[in-house]
């Protein structure tokens, strides 16, 4: 049996197609599959899957190109920038490349699926189709030109290098494994590390009217980044009262309380610690302040706040509501 050959346009390559071709390159399907890089109908008509050259979007036949004119797709309803390449394979490919690499099963595929889509996808998408971020009339305060994009363009042969196809098609490999080398690297962050602690939020939210009645307060049974997790998962869980405090245990085994901020875009809490007189007192002052045992300290801005043991700080949390 012969390899399966996956085709893309020769000339400069893109990031787009140097991820596209590497996230190919995970599935089972194509994971032998030769890499030929060419606009040759003949070439694009033999292989068995095409991306970002062909002009022809057809699921079926496993061709994916974005440049015709009749190409309008985004990653779903929610999104509005349209796909690149790199877009098309992962909303065709990305599930059964998580799922493989992950061992997790639909619906922790489906979370991941999404937020890789919008920390890392979307962006190639964007710049690939020259959607800025920002207004273009807003002038930056420097230059920028250590971006990923740019990274790969610069693998390209110089115009005053020798651009032989054997040369270019040589640097594509690099291309694709610096793509892949991020994609992977992102992956593995998002299902080792970002699932992990969005799971401990969302177990401290389903039991949190068995930390206080007012469900106002959760507690982490290890501590992890939470803010991100905990501002969707209030929305997806359809919370109607929002958590204002946080409990959980720091290094030393002492705990602290933290105040939830407004949204993820604010500065301004939903609830600060305590009265105004906790606010910049610390130890046995405030403990006799407050009546509470075992308090550390609580910030002037009575964003966190610190007590020796988990019952104090739940009770400094408590009269704080
Ligand atoms: C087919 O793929 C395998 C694994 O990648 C490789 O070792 C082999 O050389 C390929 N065969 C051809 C004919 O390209
Ligand atoms: C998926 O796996 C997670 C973690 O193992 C588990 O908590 C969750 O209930 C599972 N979901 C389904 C739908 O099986
Ligand atoms: C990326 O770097 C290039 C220059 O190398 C620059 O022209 C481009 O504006 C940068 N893109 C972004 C999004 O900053």
């Not at 000339?11 to 071709?21: I, S, Y």
């Not at 390209?156 to 651009?163: D, G």
Request: net charge negative.
């Amino acid at each position: 049996m012969t390899n399966k050959t996956i085709c893309t346009h020769s000339g400069n390559f893109h990031a787009d197609e140097a991820l596209a071709c590497f996230l190919l390159k995970l599935t089972p399907k194509y994971k032998d599959a030769n890499i030929v890089r060419s606009r040759d109908k003949k070439v694009i008509d033999a292989a068995d899957i095409v991306v970002d050259v062909g002009a022809e979007y057809d699921v079926e036949k496993q061709r994916f190109d974005h440049h015709q004119a009749s190409f309008t797709d985004t990653f779903d309803d929610k999104h509005q920038i349209k796909l690149s390449s790199a877009g098309l394979i992962y909303k065709h490919f990305g599930k059964e490349i998580i799922k493989n690499r992950l061992e997790i099963n639909d619906s922790l595929t489906e979370v991941i699926f999404q937020k890789l889509y919008n920390s890392m996808i979307e962006e190639l998408d964007g710049i690939d189709n020259g959607v800025e971020r920002y207004p273009s009339d807003i002038t930056p305060k420097y230059e920028s030109n250590l971006n990923i994009t740019s990274m790969i363009r610069a693998l390209n042969p110089e115009w005053n290098e020798p651009q032989t196809d054997e040369i270019i098609n040589a640097q594509f490999e690099k291309a694709m494994k610096l793509m892949g080398d991020v994609f992977l690297q992102k992956l593995d962050f998002y299902g080792k590390s970002w699932l992990p602690a969005r799971t401990i939020v969302e177990d401290a939210i389903n039991f949190r009217k068995d930390v206080h009645s007012s469900g106002e307060i959760i507690v982490l049974e290890h501590f992890c980044p939470w803010k991100d997790h905990l501002y969707s998962l209030e929305k997806s869980m359809e919370i109607k009262t929002p958590i204002k405090f946080v409990l959980f245990a720091d290094t030393a085994g002492s705990w602290r309380i933290q105040a939830v901020n407004v949204n993820s875009h604010s500065f301004s809490l939903r609830q600060p610690i305590g009265p105004p007189e906790w606010r910049g007192k610390r130890d046995e002052e405030l403990s006799a302040i407050s009546g509470i045992d075992n308090c550390v300290f609580v910030h002037a801005n009575g964003f966190i706040g610190g007590n020796n043991n988990k019952d104090g700080a739940l009770l400094m949390a408590i009269r704080s509501l």
